[in-house]
């Protein structure tokens, strides 16, 4: 058996025969996560909507286990892929139990008779999402994570080999975004299932893809492993011009620096100026920070909110010359902070100016 379950070839999307995307070659293999990431209305769901047929391709085809969709029978690829989409049903006096069961139609008769087996295994995927206890309430009247979690298991209850999610993370809270993931992970390791899905959020694209899809334009404009695609600048060629930056040792955003001459001198460190350094940037005030070698915690951080920045290399110790630069520029603030409360033979430095802008009256509370 072939390890890839789905692929396109000279794939083109679109609506009513206009081509939107074009030439969107995709190979999805088991036990892997592909997830499309690209801006607003790049074309990753209209991608998704034609990997499940939502949508007609314009050009090209789709192939689920070698086969071409075009030529399989509902019944045939509701047996081997399963979708979850932004838009939530609504079903009407339906408990958490009989929506999930829905999932084992594709293997019921005709009149959606469920047997023994098929209920043990709609229990059998509550458990499998930590819903169990959801099974006897009314599916209208859960929240929202718990709502995706009910449909995620009724996605898991078809036994697909393919798994297709469009942004499933939308309008969840931290804690729920976290376990639908995990749960993903699991279903990937254990049962070889292959995932492809869109997401906004790029600090969980980051680190739960296997395979990162890059929307850009009408084309595909990049795909690799994440840690080929997440890189600071690439980020922001895709995304577009933006004030601020992403920080890719961290997977998060920051927002541009505060313009103008440094009004407070940050003496940081090991993680410790980072907090200092968001508070200074939402307050408004300009500030500098140092003396930070360039694999400090801190240094992307203080990089992006500083108006300067007194570094030295990676592993080297601060010497005269670094603290020296560091003293000028502190003279010209009005204040210093120094979060950093550990000092050794590496920046023993950091110390001294420590010691230096207290004796000039400057060092403050922080």
């Not at 590496?346 to 420590?354: A, G, Q, S």
Request: hydrophobic share 40%; with cysteine; aromatic share 6%.
């Amino acid at each position: 058996m072939s390890d890839i379950c789905l692929c396109t070839e000279a794939l083109s999307v679109g609506y009513n025969g206009s081509t939107l995307i074009h030439s969107v070659g995709l190979t999805l293999r088991r036990g892997q996560i592909m997830t499309l990431i690209g801006p607003n209305g790049a074309g990753k769901s209209t991608i998704l909507k034609t990997v499940i047929r939502q949508l007609a391709p314009t050009g090209g085809a789709v192939y689920l286990d070698g086969r071409n969709m075009a030529d399989l029978s509902e019944r045939e690829i509701a047996r081997r892929l399963s979708v979850l989409m932004t838009g939530q049903i609504r079903p009407e006096l339906m408990t958490c139990f009989d929506v999930v069961a829905t999932g084992r139609y594709p293997y019921t008769g005709r009149l959606g008779i469920l047997t023994p087996e098929d209920r043990r295994k709609t229990v059998q995927c509550l458990e499998l999402v930590h819903a169990s206890g959801l099974a006897d309430q009314d599916f209208s009247r859960v929240s929202d994570g718990q709502r995706q979690r009910v449909l995620l298991a009724r996605a898991l209850c078809q036994e697909p080999e393919v798994l297709v999610l469009d942004e499933p993370t939308s309008f969840l809270d931290i804690r729920h975004k976290l376990e639908l993931l995990a749960i993903l992970k699991e279903m990937v390791h254990a049962r070889r299932l292959a995932v492809v899905m869109s997401l906004h959020e790029l600090d969980l694209a980051q680190k739960v893809s296997d395979w990162v899809v890059c929307v850009h334009g009408d084309v595909i404009e990049r795909q690799g492993p994440p840690e080929e695609i997440f890189t600071s600048n690439y980020m922001m060629e895709l995304y577009g011009e933006a004030r601020g930056s992403y920080n890719a040792q961290f997977g998060s955003l920051e927002l541009e620096a505060v313009h103008g001459k440094p009004e407070i001198f940050v003496i940081g460190g090991g993680g410790a100026g980072i907090p200092v350094y968001r508070r200074l940037q939402r307050e408004g005030i300009p500030f500098a920070a140092g003396v930070l070698t360039e694999n400090d915690v801190d240094f992307p951080v203080a990089e992006a909110l500083a108006a300067e920045v007194v570094s030295v290399r990676a592993f080297q110790t601060v010497g005269e010359e670094a603290f020296q630069r560091a003293a000028a520029v502190m003279e010209h603030c009005g204040k210093v902070l120094c979060p950093a409360t550990e000092f050794g033979l590496v920046n023993e430095k950091n110390r001294l100016l420590r010691d230096l802008a207290q004796s000039c009256g400057k060092l403050d509370e922080i």
